[in-house]
C-alpha cells in the first residue's frame, strides 16, 4: 500500500524533534504528585472505612440470593472456558444483560476514559450492549456450529462488507498473517497476537466514539479504514518492541542497539537505517524494522501538525518508562518506592493516551485526568494476577519486590494496600462516588480475586492473602466472604481474552497439525500412484505410460485425494488402503487435464510444476493419447474398489463420467470466453466446471461409498462449489502477482493468452474481494454438515493463504 506523505515534516536524523528530558521529567511531576497523593492514603489507611462502607451497599446487589445462585452456579453453571456453552447459560438464566452491561460499561471506562455518569455515556452502552448480546446469541445459538476460531474471518468479513471496507479487511487479514508467520519461537505468540488485535480493537472503540447512523458512508469508510490501519500501526509496538525486547530471542547487544533504534526514531521523528545486523536475526529483526517504519509513517502523516509533537511525546514517555522498568533487577535491593511505581503509573496511562492519540477522535473533557489516574489500577491488577510467573522470570514488579525484600525493606508500601488505595481514589476522588462506577469497579476487584483462587487453589491462595493483608486482616476478612459468597461478577472481556488465547493456540496447534497430516498423507499418496509397465504391450509401456508417470510424478500438491483421504478416514471412518484405487483414479483425472490444459491449441504452457509439460518434452500425440490413458486408467482404478457393494461402486463411475463431461464442459466454455467480457455469473460457472468440480469429486465420491444421505452429499456440493472458486480465483491472483520460482510455472500467461479471469475482468482489488467472498460462502456452508469440519475450515484458509 502507498501512503500520502505530504504533510510529514521532513526531520534530520541529528535534530531532536522533542525535548527528551524536558517531556519526560513534566511526566515524572505529573506521576509524583499522583503517588504521593496515593502514599498519604495507604499510609493512614484512608481507604478502608471509605471501602467497606462501599462493600456495604454493593453486597446487597451480590449476596442477598448466595443460597438459590450458589446451588445454580454449582449445578448448571458450565465452565466458563466453554465459551458458546457459557453465553448461552447467562442468557437462559436470565444474566446476559447485566453482564454485558458492565463489562461494556468497565471498557468504556477503562480503554475510552468515559465518565459512567453521563447520560449520553449510559445511551452509548445500552446500544452496544443490545447488538453485542444480539450477535451473542446469534453466534453462539445451539443450532451455530462454532469453528472455535475468534478471528472468526468469515464474520470479520462480513461485517467489513455491511461497512463497505471490504479492501481494508482484506489488508489487515493479510498483515496478521505475516506477523503470525514472523514471530520467532521465545515469544509467546498467542500473547501478542491478542496484544495486537487488542489495540486494533481499542483504536476502533474510540473511532466509534465519533460516528454515528447519520455519518455519511463515505466519511464512515474513511474513519473506520483510517483506524484499522492506525491500530494496527500502533499495536505492532506490542509484538515488535515491548514483547521481543522481553524475550530472550535477541541478544544484549542487539537489544541494546534495537531499543536504541526506536529511541532515536521517537526523539527525531523519523527512523534511521537498520544498517548491517548480526546473522542469525537479521532476517527477523530487518521484517520488523521495515513494518515498523511503514507503521510510523502511517501515524506520522494522519497527525494533525498540532498534535504531532504531543504525539511523540507521550511515545517517548511510554517507550522510557518501559526501558526504566525493563532494565531493573530483581537483585537489587535499593530501589525506592518512587523507583518501583512512577514508571507503571506512566506506561499505564499513557499506553492509551497513546490509543486515544492516534485516532481522529473528538476531543473529550476529562479524558486525559480519568485515563491518567486510572492506568495503575490495572497495572497493579496485572502484576497481582501475573505474580508467580514474574517471580519465576526474575521480573521486578511491585509485587514480586515486596515479596522478595519485605522483612528487610519495611519502607517499602504493600502493593496490595496500594490495590485498594487506587480502587478507593478511583471511587471517591476521580469518579466522585458514582453509583455505576463503584459497582463496576468493586464487581472487578472481588472477580480478580476469584479467578486468582481458581488458578492458585484455595491453600496457596489463603496463604498468598495472609501473607498480603497481615496489617489489614479484618478488612481481609470482609473482602474474602465477598470472594467466596458473591456472585455476578464476572466480565466479558476476561472471558474473550480467555477465549481468544485458546483459540490462537489450537488455531496454531491445529494448522500444524494440518500441515503436518497433508504432508505425511501427501507422502503416501506419492508412493503409490506410478502406473506398472506392463511386459504385454512394450509400446505403450515405453511412451503413453513413461510419459503418463512423468506427468504423475511432477511434485503436485496432491490437493484431491488429499481431500478424499481425509473425507474418508475422519468423516466417513472408512479405512484409507482400501480406497488407494479411489485416490489413484481422482488424482489421474486431474493430470489428464493438466495436460489438455497445457497443450499449444489451450493455455500453450510451457511448465508446470517446475518441469517441462508434456508436449514439450514429447511431442503433441503423445500428450493428447497420454490423456486419453489416464482418463480411461482413472476409471479402471475405480473397478478395483473391492471393498464396496457394486452399485456403490457404479454410482461412482457413472458420477465420475459425470464429472469429466461437466470439466470438458467448463474447458470449453474457457476457451470461447478469450478475448471476451465475462459477467461474474459466467466467470463462477466456467470456473465451478473448471475447479470447483474436482473439489467437489473428492468430497462426494467418499461419502457415496460411505452410503451418505442425498442431503448430505448436496451439502457437499455447496461447500465444494464456493472452494473451488475460492481456488480459482486464487490461482488467477498468483498468475498476476504470484512468485514464479514458488509456482514452478511463468506468471502472466492468462493475459498472454488471453484468458478470461476473474483479475482480467475485476482486476486485483475485487477479485481479492471475490475471493473472500466465496471463501465466507464456503465457511458458512459448512456450518449445514454434521460432522467434524476442522479439516475443511484448514483446507479454505490453506487455499487463501497458499504461494503456489
Given at each position: 500500500?502507498?501512503y500520502n506523505?505530504?504533510?510529514?515534516t521532513?526531520?534530520k536524523?541529528?535534530?531532536?524533534?522533542?525535548n527528551?528530558?524536558?517531556?519526560?521529567e513534566?511526566?515524572?511531576?505529573?506521576?509524583?504528585?499522583?503517588?504521593?497523593?496515593?502514599?498519604?492514603?495507604?499510609?493512614?489507611?484512608?481507604?478502608?472505612?471509605i471501602?467497606?462502607?462501599?462493600?456495604?451497599?454493593?453486597?446487597?446487589?451480590?449476596?442477598?440470593?448466595?443460597?438459590?445462585?450458589g446451588?445454580i452456579?454449582?449445578h448448571?453453571?458450565?465452565d466458563?472456558?466453554?465459551?458458546?456453552?457459557?453465553?448461552q447459560?447467562?442468557?437462559?438464566?436470565g444474566?446476559?444483560?447485566?453482564?454485558?452491561d458492565?463489562?461494556?460499561?468497565?471498557?468504556?471506562?477503562r480503554?475510552?476514559?468515559?465518565?459512567?455518569s453521563s447520560?449520553?455515556?449510559?445511551?452509548?452502552?445500552?446500544?452496544?450492549?443490545?447488538r453485542?448480546k444480539?450477535?451473542?446469541?446469534?453466534?453462539?445459538?445451539s443450532?451455530?456450529?462454532?469453528?472455535s476460531?475468534?478471528?472468526?474471518?468469515?464474520s470479520l468479513?462480513?461485517?467489513?462488507?455491511?461497512?463497505?471496507?471490504?479492501?481494508?479487511?482484506?489488508?489487515?487479514?493479510?498483515?496478521l498473517?505475516?506477523?503470525?508467520?514472523?514471530?520467532?519461537?521465545?515469544m509467546d505468540a498467542?500473547?501478542?497476537?491478542?496484544?495486537?488485535?487488542?489495540?486494533?480493537?481499542?483504536?476502533?472503540?474510540?473511532?466509534?466514539?465519533?460516528?454515528?447512523?447519520?455519518t455519511?458512508?463515505?466519511?464512515?469508510?474513511?474513519k473506520?479504514?483510517?483506524?484499522?490501519?492506525?491500530?494496527?500501526s500502533y499495536?505492532?509496538?506490542?509484538p515488535?518492541?515491548?514483547?521481543?525486547l522481553?524475550?530472550?530471542?535477541?541478544?544484549?547487544?542487539?537489544?541494546?542497539?534495537?531499543?536504541?533504534?526506536i529511541?532515536?526514531?521517537?526523539?527525531?521523528?523519523?527512523?534511521?537505517?537498520?544498517?548491517?545486523?548480526?546473522e542469525k536475526?537479521?532476517?527477523?529483526?530487518s521484517?520488523?524494522?521495515s513494518?515498523l517504519?511503514?507503521?510510523?509513517?502511517?501515524?506520522k502523516?494522519?497527525?494533525?501538525?498540532?498534535?504531532?509533537?504531543?504525539f511523540?511525546?507521550?511515545?517517548?514517555?511510554?517507550?522510557?518508562?518501559?526501558?526504566?522498568?525493563?532494565?531493573?533487577?530483581?537483585?537489587n535491593?535499593?530501589?525506592?518506592?518512587?523507583d518501583?511505581?512512577?514508571?507503571?503509573i506512566?506506561k499505564?496511562s499513557?499506553?492509551?493516551?497513546i490509543?486515544?492519540?492516534?485516532?481522529?477522535?473528538?476531543?473529550?473533557?476529562?479524558?486525559?485526568?480519568?485515563?491518567f489516574?486510572?492506568g495503575?489500577?490495572?497495572?497493579?491488577a496485572d502484576?497481582?494476577?501475573?505474580?508467580?510467573d514474574?517471580?519465576?522470570?526474575s521480573?521486578?514488579?511491585p509485587?514480586?519486590?515486596?515479596m522478595?525484600?519485605?522483612?528487610?525493606?519495611?519502607?517499602?508500601?504493600?502493593?496490595?494496600?496500594?490495590?485498594?488505595t487506587?480502587?478507593s481514589?478511583?471511587?471517591?476522588?476521580?469518579?466522585?462516588?458514582?453509583?455505576?462506577t463503584?459497582?463496576v469497579?468493586?464487581?472487578?476487584?472481588?472477580?480478580?480475586?476469584?479467578?486468582?483462587r481458581?488458578?492458585?487453589?484455595?491453600?496457596?491462595?489463603?496463604e498468598?492473602?495472609?501473607?498480603?493483608?497481615?496489617?489489614?486482616?479484618?478488612?481481609?476478612?470482609l473482602?474474602?466472604?465477598?470472594v467466596?459468597?458473591a456472585?455476578?461478577?464476572?466480565?466479558?472481556?476476561k472471558?474473550?481474552?480467555?477465549?481468544?488465547?485458546?483459540?490462537?493456540?489450537?488455531e496454531?496447534?491445529?494448522r500444524?497439525?494440518?500441515?503436518?497430516?497433508?504432508?505425511?498423507?501427501?507422502?503416501?499418496?506419492?508412493?503409490?500412484?506410478?502406473?506398472?509397465k506392463?511386459?504385454s504391450?512394450?509400446?505403450?509401456?515405453q511412451?503413453?505410460?513413461?510419459?503418463?508417470n512423468?506427468?504423475i510424478?511432477?511434485?503436485?500438491?496432491?490437493?484431491?485425494?488429499l481431500?478424499?483421504w481425509?473425507?474418508?478416514?475422519?468423516?466417513?471412518r472408512?479405512?484409507?488402503?482400501?480406497?488407494?484405487?479411489?485416490?489413484?483414479?481422482?488424482e489421474?483425472?486431474?493430470?489428464?487435464?493438466?495436460i489438455?490444459?497445457?497443450?499449444?491449441?489451450?493455455d500453450?504452457?510451457?511448465?508446470?510444476r517446475?518441469?517441462?509439460?508434456?508436449?514439450?518434452?514429447?511431442?503433441?500425440?503423445?500428450?493428447?493419447?497420454?490423456?486419453?490413458?489416464l482418463t480411461?486408467?482413472?476409471?479402471?482404478?475405480?473397478?478395483?474398489?473391492?471393498?464396496?457393494?457394486?452399485?456403490?461402486?457404479?454410482?461412482?463411475?457413472?458420477?465420475?463420467?459425470?464429472?469429466t463431461q461437466?470439466?470438458?464442459?467448463?474447458?470449453?466454455?474457457?476457451?470461447q470466453?478469450k478475448g471476451?467480457n465475462?459477467t461474474?455469473?459466467e466467470?463462477?460457472?466456467i470456473c465451478?466446471?473448471?475447479?470447483?468440480?474436482?473439489?467437489e469429486?473428492?468430497?462426494v465420491?467418499?461419502?457415496?461409498?460411505?452410503?451418505a444421505?442425498?442431503?448430505?452429499?448436496?451439502?457437499?456440493?455447496?461447500?465444494?462449489?464456493?472452494?473451488g472458486?475460492?481456488f480459482?480465483?486464487?490461482d488467477?491472483?498468483?498468475?498476476?502477482?504470484?512468485?514464479?520460482?514458488l509456482?514452478?510455472?511463468?506468471?502472466?500467461k492468462?493475459?498472454l493468452?488471453?484468458?478470461?479471469t476473474?483479475v482480467?475482468?475485476?482486476?486485483?482489488?475485487?477479485?481479492?474481494?471475490?475471493m473472500?467472498?466465496?471463501?465466507?460462502?464456503?465457511?458458512?456452508?459448512?456450518?449445514t454438515?454434521?460432522?467434524?469440519?476442522?479439516?475443511?475450515?484448514h483446507?479454505l484458509?490453506?487455499?487463501?493463504?497458499?504461494?503456489?
Amino acid at each position: 500500500m502507498s501512503y500520502n506523505h505530504s504533510n510529514i515534516t521532513s526531520y534530520k536524523d541529528n535534530t531532536p524533534f522533542i525535548n527528551a528530558d524536558e517531556c519526560y521529567e513534566f511526566a515524572v511531576k505529573r506521576a509524583g504528585d499522583y503517588f504521593n497523593s496515593l502514599l498519604h492514603q495507604v499510609t493512614y489507611k484512608e481507604y478502608i472505612p471509605i471501602l467497606v462502607n462501599e462493600f456495604k451497599s454493593w453486597k446487597k446487589g451480590h449476596m442477598c440470593h448466595f443460597a438459590l445462585t450458589g446451588y445454580i452456579s454449582k449445578h448448571i453453571r458450565p465452565d466458563p472456558k466453554d465459551y458458546n456453552r457459557y453465553i448461552q447459560w447467562l442468557k437462559y438464566s436470565g444474566r446476559l444483560e447485566n453482564y454485558l452491561d458492565r463489562s461494556i460499561s468497565y471498557i468504556f471506562m477503562r480503554d475510552l476514559g468515559k465518565d459512567l455518569s453521563s447520560p449520553d455515556t449510559h445511551q452509548r452502552i445500552r446500544r452496544v450492549v443490545e447488538r453485542l448480546k444480539n450477535y451473542l446469541i446469534r453466534y453462539t445459538g445451539s443450532d451455530h456450529k462454532s469453528n472455535s476460531q475468534i478471528l472468526d474471518l468469515s464474520s470479520l468479513y462480513r461485517k467489513a462488507q455491511e461497512e463497505h471496507i471490504e479492501s481494508t479487511m482484506i489488508w489487515l487479514m493479510d498483515k496478521l498473517k505475516e506477523v503470525s508467520a514472523h514471530l520467532p519461537e521465545g515469544m509467546d505468540a498467542e500473547q501478542a497476537e491478542r496484544k495486537l488485535v487488542k489495540i486494533i480493537a481499542g483504536v476502533l472503540m474510540h473511532e466509534f466514539e465519533g460516528i454515528n447512523d447519520s455519518t455519511p458512508t463515505k466519511i464512515r469508510m474513511q474513519k473506520l479504514d483510517v483506524a484499522i490501519r492506525l491500530g494496527y500501526s500502533y499495536g505492532l509496538t506490542y509484538p515488535f518492541i515491548d514483547d521481543i525486547l522481553d524475550a530472550n530471542v535477541l541478544s544484549p547487544e542487539e537489544k541494546s542497539r534495537y531499543s536504541n533504534l526506536i529511541r532515536t526514531s521517537l526523539l527525531n521523528g523519523s527512523v534511521p537505517e537498520l544498517g548491517i545486523w548480526p546473522e542469525k536475526n537479521r532476517k527477523l529483526v530487518s521484517y520488523m524494522h521495515s513494518e515498523l517504519r511503514e507503521a510510523f509513517l502511517y501515524i506520522k502523516s494522519h497527525q494533525s501538525q498540532e498534535h504531532l509533537k504531543s504525539f511523540f511525546e507521550q511515545a517517548y514517555v511510554f517507550f522510557n518508562s518501559q526501558e526504566i522498568d525493563r532494565i531493573k533487577e530483581l537483585s537489587n535491593s535499593t530501589y525506592t518506592n518512587e523507583d518501583l511505581y512512577i514508571p507503571i503509573i506512566l506506561k499505564s496511562s499513557s499506553s492509551r493516551l497513546i490509543a486515544r492519540s492516534v485516532s481522529d477522535a473528538d476531543e473529550d473533557r476529562g479524558f486525559d485526568e480519568r485515563t491518567f489516574y486510572y492506568g495503575i489500577y490495572n497495572q497493579l491488577a496485572d502484576d497481582f494476577a501475573d505474580m508467580f510467573d514474574d517471580m519465576e522470570e526474575s521480573a521486578v514488579t511491585p509485587y514480586t519486590y515486596w515479596m522478595k525484600y519485605r522483612d528487610e525493606r519495611p519502607d517499602l508500601i504493600n502493593p496490595f494496600e496500594l490495590y485498594w488505595t487506587v480502587i478507593s481514589n478511583l471511587i471517591h476522588n476521580v469518579y466522585n462516588n458514582d453509583a455505576k462506577t463503584s459497582e463496576v469497579i468493586l464487581d472487578r476487584a472481588i472477580n480478580g480475586l476469584k479467578r486468582c483462587r481458581e488458578r492458585l487453589g484455595a491453600y496457596k491462595y489463603n496463604e498468598l492473602m495472609s501473607l498480603l493483608t497481615s496489617n489489614i486482616s479484618e478488612f481481609n476478612d470482609l473482602v474474602q466472604e465477598l470472594v467466596m459468597k458473591a456472585d455476578d461478577v464476572d466480565f466479558f472481556d476476561k472471558l474473550l481474552r480467555d477465549h481468544m488465547l485458546t483459540s490462537f493456540k489450537n488455531e496454531r496447534n491445529q494448522r500444524n497439525t494440518f500441515k503436518d497430516t497433508i504432508e505425511n498423507i501427501r507422502h503416501e499418496i506419492n508412493s503409490f500412484l506410478n502406473i506398472a509397465k506392463s511386459g504385454s504391450n512394450s509400446l505403450l509401456s515405453q511412451t503413453v505410460v513413461d510419459a503418463a508417470n512423468y506427468s504423475i510424478e511432477a511434485a503436485g500438491k496432491r490437493l484431491r485425494p488429499l481431500i478424499a483421504w481425509i473425507i474418508a478416514r475422519d468423516i466417513y471412518r472408512l479405512e484409507p488402503k482400501t480406497l488407494f484405487p479411489l485416490f489413484r483414479s481422482i488424482e489421474y483425472m486431474h493430470s489428464a487435464s493438466l495436460i489438455y490444459d497445457d497443450l499449444p491449441s489451450q493455455d500453450n504452457a510451457d511448465t508446470r510444476r517446475g518441469r517441462k509439460t508434456l508436449h514439450n518434452l514429447y511431442d503433441l500425440a503423445t500428450a493428447e493419447l497420454t490423456g486419453l490413458y489416464l482418463t480411461q486408467k482413472a476409471i479402471e482404478e475405480q473397478t478395483y474398489l473391492n471393498d464396496f457393494s457394486a452399485e456403490a461402486i457404479l454410482r461412482i463411475v457413472r458420477y465420475s463420467c459425470c464429472v469429466t463431461q461437466d470439466m470438458c464442459k467448463g474447458q470449453l466454455m474457457d476457451l470461447q470466453s478469450k478475448g471476451k467480457n465475462l459477467t461474474l455469473e459466467e466467470l463462477d460457472t466456467i470456473c465451478f466446471y473448471k475447479t470447483g468440480i474436482a473439489f467437489e469429486a473428492s468430497l462426494v465420491m467418499p461419502a457415496i461409498l460411505a452410503g451418505a444421505r442425498d442431503c448430505e452429499i448436496e451439502a457437499l456440493k455447496r461447500f465444494a462449489r464456493f472452494a473451488g472458486i475460492t481456488f480459482q480465483i486464487k490461482d488467477d491472483l498468483l498468475d498476476a502477482e504470484g512468485d514464479a520460482s514458488l509456482l514452478g510455472k511463468p506468471t502472466g500467461k492468462d493475459i498472454l493468452n488471453s484468458n478470461s479471469t476473474f483479475v482480467t475482468a475485476l482486476g486485483l482489488e475485487e477479485a481479492r474481494k471475490e475471493m473472500w467472498n466465496h471463501f465466507c460462502n464456503a465457511m458458512e456452508s459448512l456450518n449445514t454438515l454434521p460432522h467434524n469440519i476442522t479439516f475443511l475450515k484448514h483446507l479454505l484458509l490453506y487455499i487463501i493463504n497458499r504461494d503456489h
